[in-house]
T-cell receptor, first 115, second 114 residues
Framework: DAGITQSPRHKVTETGTPVTLRCHQT?????MYWYRQDPGHGLRLIHY???????DKGEVSDGYSVSRSKTEDFLLTLESATSSQTSVYFC??????????????FGEGSWLTVV | GESVGLHLPTLSVQEGDNSIINCAYS??????FIWYKQESGKGPQFIID?????DKRQGQRVTVLLNKTVKHLSLQIAATQPGDSAVYFC?????????????FGAGTQVVVTP
């Protein structure tokens, strides 16, 4: 258990509604990431954060925004959900980069269905 | 790399045999590699990692081999058990400027038969 809690774990929402997924970590790790996993595409990076208020876009960031106001929380927001955003969302965390024994750990996922 | 989606490559292994899962990575500049195991309904679970200055690393019942010449990674699982049934992913990362920005392979479904 890497000390990562994702919420909600499952959500069904309607097209056009805003949705926020939360990733909470108890490890005080600096680096946090949001990935999505879809059949046909594997896991792809949406956004990442290298520290409080330090965020940037990943490979598939269109339609998503993030915020990190505290070390322990990384929020992913879908401003206006679309059916193409139906997916499983995974949060990942890591400590300092390049340090021996340090790696990237994933949470248990949030299943989002947009109808 | 491209994923084959629902038609994941499948490796059927008899319980007690050794498993070898292969992965071709895409970026010759990648210098850190991770193997993850994912069970149905769960997140990717770290198995073992290797840096590009190594060609082999061993863990408990697992060995990762790295061949940079042909951009190939493999995971060997010794004495495969029913609990090893899962999807296995390799992931590559280019240190230090892209830490954690992983590129995942398509995944391999491992099915352990009694």
């Amino acid at each position: 258990d890497a000390g990562i809690t994702q919420s909600p774990r499952h959500k069904v929402t309607e097209t056009g509604t805003p949705v926020t997924l939360r990733c909470h970590q108890t490890e005080n790790h600096r680096y946090m990431y949001w990935y999505r996993q879809d059949p046909g595409h594997g896991l792809r990076l949406i956004h990442y954060s290298y520290g409080v208020k330090d965020t940037d876009k990943g490979e598939v960031s269109d339609g998503y925004s993030v915020s990190r106001s505290k070390t322990e929380d990384f929020l992913l927001t879908l401003e206006s959900a679309t059916s193409s955003q139906t997916s499983v969302y995974f949060c990942a965390i890591s400590e300092r980069k390049g340090v021996s024994g340090n790696t990237i750990y994933f949470g248990e996922g949030s299943w989002l269905t947009v109808v | 790399g491209e994923s084959v989606g629902l038609h994941l490559p499948t490796l059927s292994v008899q319980e007690g045999d050794n498993s070898i899962i292969n992965c071709a990575y895409s970026n010759s500049a990648s210098d850190y590699f991770i193997w993850y195991k994912q069970e149905s309904g769960k997140g990717p679970q770290f198995i073992i990692d290797i840096r590009s200055n190594m060609d082999k690393r061993q863990g408990q019942r697992v060995t990762v081999l790295l061949n940079k010449t042909v951009k190939h990674l493999s995971l060997q699982i010794a004495a495969t058990q029913p609990g090893d049934s899962a999807v296995y992913f390799c992931a590559e990362n280019r240190l230090p400027d892209s830490w954690g920005k992983l590129q995942f392979g398509a995944g391999t479904q491992v099915v352990v038969t009694p």
